[in-house]
C-alpha cells in the first residue's frame, strides 16, 4: 500500500500552495487531498483571519487529516498539509499521525527568498495579505524540517 504525507513548508507567498496543486494534478483528486488551516478562515469567498482562534484552527486542520487517514486505512492515499510549518513543532502533529497510520513523510521546503515571498505576498487580495513583518519573522525562524 502506497501512503504519502506531503507536509509544505515555507513562509506566505513563497509558492507552497501553488506547489501543492501541482503535487496534487499528478496523482487522481480523489487519491490526494490539500488540506490547509487556511480553510478554516474562509467564509463565502471571504477570507477572515482572527489569530485568536489561531490554536483551534490548527487543531480542526489536524482531525480533518486524521479522519482522511482514518478512513483510506486499507487504500492508498496521499495527503499534502499546505501550512507554513515554520517551526520543526508546528509539523510534529501531522508526523505524529503519519507514523500512527503508517505513511511515509515527504517534506516539501520552499524558498523562493524574503524579498520575492514579499513581494507575491503584495500581489495578493488585500485580505488574503499577510503583514511584511510576520512574513519576515517567520523566514528568520525558519528551521530545516528533514524527512
Not at 20 to 47: G, P
Not at 127 to 141: F, H, L, N, T
Request: glycine share 4%.
Amino acid at each position: 500500500m502506497n501512503k504519502i504525507l506531503y507536509i509544505m513548508q515555507g513562509v506566505p507567498g513563497s509558492g507552497k500552495s501553488c506547489l501543492a496543486r501541482m503535487i496534487q494534478s499528478s496523482y487522481t483528486e480523489a487519491d490526494c487531498v490539500i488540506f490547509s488551516t487556511d480553510e478554516y478562515w474562509s467564509y463565502a469567498d471571504q477570507y477572515r483571519f482572527d489569530e485568536r482562534n489561531l490554536r483551534w484552527a490548527h487543531q480542526w486542520n489536524q482531525r480533518r487529516v486524521a479522519q482522511k487517514m482514518l478512513k483510506d486505512l486499507s487504500t492508498d492515499s496521499f495527503i499534502i498539509v499546505d501550512n507554513t510549518n515554520i517551526l520543526g513543532s508546528e509539523a510534529l502533529p501531522y508526523r505524529m499521525l503519519a507514523e500512527m497510520f503508517e505513511y511515509t513523510v515527504q517534506v516539501v521546503s520552499v524558498d523562493c527568498g524574503l524579498d520575492e515571498a514579499i513581494r507575491r505576498n503584495a500581489e495578493r487580495k488585500e485580505d488574503r495579505q499577510v503583514p511584511e513583518e510576520v512574513i519576515r519573522e517567520r523566514y528568520s525562524k525558519m528551521e530545516r524540517l528533514m524527512t
